[in-house]
Structures are given as C-alpha cells and as structure tokens.
C-alpha cells in the first residue's frame, strides 16, 4: 500500500527580515518551531536579536552564507527566518453586549495577498476591533500575507466566516450598521457618514468591488470620489482613508 503524501499544516508559518521576525520573537504567545540566522548578516549582529535568542527556549540553527541564501533564495529576509505555529484565524465572538463603537473590518472578493497584509496593517494601527475574512471569495492568510503586514496580524483579532451574507445578518441583530465601499454615484461620500456607531465597514476588491449580494446586504452605501483618471483607489489605499476619517471623527 503507498503511503499519502503529508498535507502541509496550514497553521505553520513563516517569516523573514528583522521588523517581522522580532515581532514574533517578542511575542510571548507564538510557538517558535525553529529560528535561522546566516552567519554574518544584519541579523546576527544585531544585539537586541542576540539578546532574545538567549532569553527564549526555541531551535536555533545558524547557517553559513551559502546553505541559508539556497535555502531562502530570493527573499529579504537580512538574514534571518522564524518559522513558527499558530492559530491565527479565530472563531466570531458575540458582540451582542459589546461596546457602542465597536467596529469590524470586511473583505469581499479580494484576491491580492498583498492588499490583505496591508489592509491588516492599516486595521490595527486604526485600531479596529477586527477583521472578518470569508472562507470563500477572498484570498486566505498566506506567508506573503503576514510578511507584508509586518507583525499586525500579532495583535489584530483576524476572524473566519463562512457565509458573510448569513453573518452579517446576525450582527445586524447584534446592533451593527453594515456598511459598504463602493463605486457608485449613489453612494454618500465617505466623509459624511456618521462613524460614531456599530460599524461593519465592508471593502470589496479594485476590479469586482463587493459581489451584489452583500451589496444589498448593506444598510448604507459610501464611496470616495476620483478626481484623476483613474476610477478607483487601490483597495489598501482605501481602507485607510475610510478608518482613519472613523479615527478623527471618534477624536471629536
């Protein structure tokens, strides 16, 4: 009988270069399944990294010049990989007693991991409750992700949701507004929403913007208007006009 090939776990993760990795090495919560340092980089002259490797119990492994960059070709990684486990993706919570401006950050039809790992930048330096991520329609958490986010996913709440349409019904009774970015002329201008409630603000992708059946899921519809000639912003770009106009309008 053959044997079946061993399914990747997909809670394993990785990440290179020294913003991200110390991040993660600082982190008390993260399980370190193993850290490389090349000999000689930046990384392992780097004192605070010194410093935390002798201070936490995980596997460090120091390889010379050639086996690291063969085995990490062409990354940026300043000589340094941590390749760790967790659970990142956590199941929703009631917010039905929750507080009054509590906010939460969807993504529909997203398919950029690049736009992703900014977006949950964006989202926890704007202080945002969370982050809802369908299971479908929409790119998942990947290396590129969390590389790009630069430690944000550390301390963002990232949540999983398999129907959205099904979801957002239910934190509409858990006394949410729902309320979508779109391109339309019908929309309000993002600026004059009233942001000093339950938000879920709902972000659709540059191309296929939200599929119509959030749309009409939405309670009020918000775009941002273009001036130049292109139609729309990127969607990281977006987001965070969007969050942090919420930010100075709850500085009020």
Not at 22 to 42: A, F, H, P
Not at 146 to 168: D, E, K, M, T
Not at 169 to 177: A, C, D, P
């Amino acid at each position: 009988m053959r044997k079946q090939p061993k399914k990747k776990n997909q809670n394993i993760y990785q990440i290179f270069g020294l913003n991200g990795t110390l991040n993660i090495l600082e982190y008390k919560k993260k399980k370190i399944i193993r850290v490389d340092i090349m000999q000689g980089s930046v990384a392992e002259r780097k004192q605070v990294v010194n410093t935390l490797i002798k201070t936490k119990t995980f596997p460090v492994h120091r390889l010379t010049k050639d086996i690291f960059l063969k085995k990490y070709s062409g990354k940026r990684t300043q000589g340094i990989v941590v390749t760790f486990e967790e659970n990142i993706i956590q199941n929703l919570p009631s917010f039905d007693k929750s507080s009054e401006y509590e906010c939460l950050l969807v993504i529909d039809n997203l398919e950029d991991p690049q736009n992703l790992g900014q977006i949950i930048r964006t989202a926890e330096c704007a202080n945002i409750t969370g982050l809802l991520l369908p299971e479908h329609q929409s790119v998942q958490l990947t290396d590129s992700v969390l590389q790009v986010s630069q430690g944000a996913f550390i301390h963002l709440p990232i949540y999983r949701c398999g129907n959205l349409h099904q979801q957002l019904r239910t934190l509409k009774k858990e006394g949410f507004w729902i309320i979508g970015v779109e391109n339309s002329v019908k929309a309000m201008q993002w600026h004059e929403l009233d942001y000093k409630r339950k938000l879920v603000l709902v972000m659709g992708s540059e191309g296929k913007g939200i599929r119509p059946v959030i749309v009409k899921a939405c309670d009020e519809l918000i775009t941002i208007p273009m001036h130049g000639k292109l139609n729309s912003l990127n969607v990281s770009s977006a987001t965070s006009a969007i969050l942090f106009e919420r930010q100075r309008q709850l500085s009020l």
